[in-house]
Nanobody, 125 residues
Framework: QVQLVESGGGLVQAGGSLRLSCAAS??????MGWFRQAPGKEREFVAA???????TYYAAVKGRFTISRDNAKNTVTLQMNSLKPEDTAVYYC?????????????????????WGQGTQVTVSS
């Protein structure tokens, strides 16, 4: 059974940091990433990382968030610094077994076939 289990969400003041982790089990994935969904909004891409370590970020988080993975442990981590109230959302771990054929696919929800249950991140002003 394939599972993605997130941890590390919580409440933090603006300017603070949080670290999200996602542990995968049941198989390995070519691409792992993070999406987020705020109330009343669509799920949006945050960051992704390929098996070889290549990274892609949403423009609004670039320079503040860092995605990394440990292939041996089958985990992906999102280090979030300089958090802003607009970063408040449920954060979802996502994974794709096969490589993408074009870079634009990283941003699409339907590029990822496996999802975690989500973890809440709340940034107070």
């Amino acid at each position: 059974q394939v599972q993605l289990v997130e941890s590390g969400g919580g409440l933090v003041q603006a300017g603070g940091s949080l670290r999200l982790s996602c542990a995968a089990s049941g198989r390995t994935f070519s691409i792992m990433g993070w999406f987020r969904q705020a109330p009343g909004k669509e799920r949006e891409f945050v960051a992704a990382i390929s098996w070889s370590g290549g990274t892609t970020y949403y423009a609004a988080v670039k320079g503040r968030f860092t995605i990394s993975r440990d292939n041996a442990k089958n985990t992906v981590t999102l280090q979030m610094n300089s958090l802003k109230p607009e970063d408040t959302a449920v954060y979802y771990c996502a994974a794709r077994p096969n490589p993408l054929l074009y870079s634009g696919g990283y941003f699409r929800v339907d590029s990822y076939g496996y999802w975690g249950q989500g973890t809440q991140v709340t940034v107070s002003s």
